[in-house]
């Protein structure tokens, strides 16, 4: 497996943490994407000599909004993770801007933890249509507002693939991008989450791979397949043809 490759828990959606070892074990993925919430399931102290039993490096931990974010945080410090990755959570009936607020105010002691366990932190971006998980619906808005927080970005692929001056965002903020997510969409999908393994639908994963290397991003590209497509193929054809798809990716790339 390239070692610039990670394959997060989120992939293989409803299967428990045990079942998610024994699939990395058998399918050479090394390098992983840890779910909070699969592991709160599991019970965190026994997850956690699991997960370092397993001897898989642990590149991101992965939550939902803020809250529980000081556990990801002890979480991901013992785990020696690269980043801990979360959501804002919903704005309404807040503006944006007033959700923005209340986001740094709610931050800036999980900011302090985070920074002593050496943990650095990554806010995700959004689909619009998940509302419900955050407000930070494009990658240039997570960039502007993870500066303002001195964190991290995660960008998303799916979310932000189709957005205006997507080089010129990724060249100016690749300071802030800690983790790149890649999943494939297929244009006329109208329901989320509908991911496709990559190569299967139409991001230019070429193109926008090529313009966080260019932009010095170096970082890992992080498999989060979910949705019907997924479920259709099973997880354990779908998450081996996702990893092949995006090493050749970073051979063409030169990588």
Same mark, same amino acid.
């Given at each position: ?15 428990? %943490? ?15 994407? !840890? ?7 599991? #019970? ?14 642990? $590149? ?5 909004? +803020?809250?529980? %974010? ?18 804002? #959570? ?11 607020? &209340? ?15 050496? !943990? ?9 249509? /998940?509302?419900?998980? *955050? =407000? ?25 693939? *189709?957005?205006?001056?997507? $080089? ?22 109208? +329901? ?6 990559? $190569? ?11 313009? %966080? ?7 890992? =590209? ?6 019907? /497509?997924?479920? &259709?193929? *099973? ?8 990893? /092949?798809?995006?090493?050749?990716? %970073?051979?063409?790339?030169? !990588?």
């Amino acid at each position: 497996m390239h070692p610039r490759i990670s394959v997060s828990a989120i992939s293989t959606y409803t299967w428990g %943490l045990d079942r998610d070892i024994e699939f990395w074990a058998a399918a050479g993925v090394t390098n992983v994407g !840890v779910s909070l919430a699969k592991l709160n399931a599991y #019970g965190v102290e026994k997850g956690l000599r699991r997960l370092l039993d397993a001897g898989v490096h642990v $590149g991101n931990v992965l939550g939902t909004g +803020t809250s529980g %974010l000081g556990a990801g945080v002890e979480v991901a410090s013992q785990l020696s993770a690269d980043c801990l990755v979360f959501t804002t #959570g919903r704005a309404a009936p807040r503006s944006w801007e007033d959700a923005a607020d &209340a986001l740094a105010t709610t931050l800036a002691p999980l900011i302090s933890q985070a920074a002593e366990r050496d !943990v650095p932190l990554a806010l995700e971006h959004t689909n619009s249509l /998940r509302a419900d998980v *955050g =407000f930070v619906h494009t990658l240039r808005d997570a960039i502007d507002l993870a500066r303002g927080l001195d964190i991290g970005v995660c960008m998303e692929i799916n979310a932000c693939w *189709g957005e205006r001056a997507l $080089g010129d965002t990724i060249a100016a903020g690749v300071d802030r991008i800690r983790l790149v997510q890649l999943s494939d969409y297929v244009i006329g999908t109208l +329901t989320t989450p509908d991911r496709a393994v990559p $190569g299967d639908g139409d991001v230019p994963f070429d193109r926008i791979v090529g313009l %966080l290397l260019a932009a010095g991003y170096p970082g890992a =590209f992080d498999i989060e397949l979910v949705g019907p /497509r997924i479920e &259709a193929e *099973g997880y354990e054809m779908a998450v081996p043809r996702a990893v /092949r798809a995006i090493e050749a990716v %970073l051979e063409r790339l030169g !990588v």
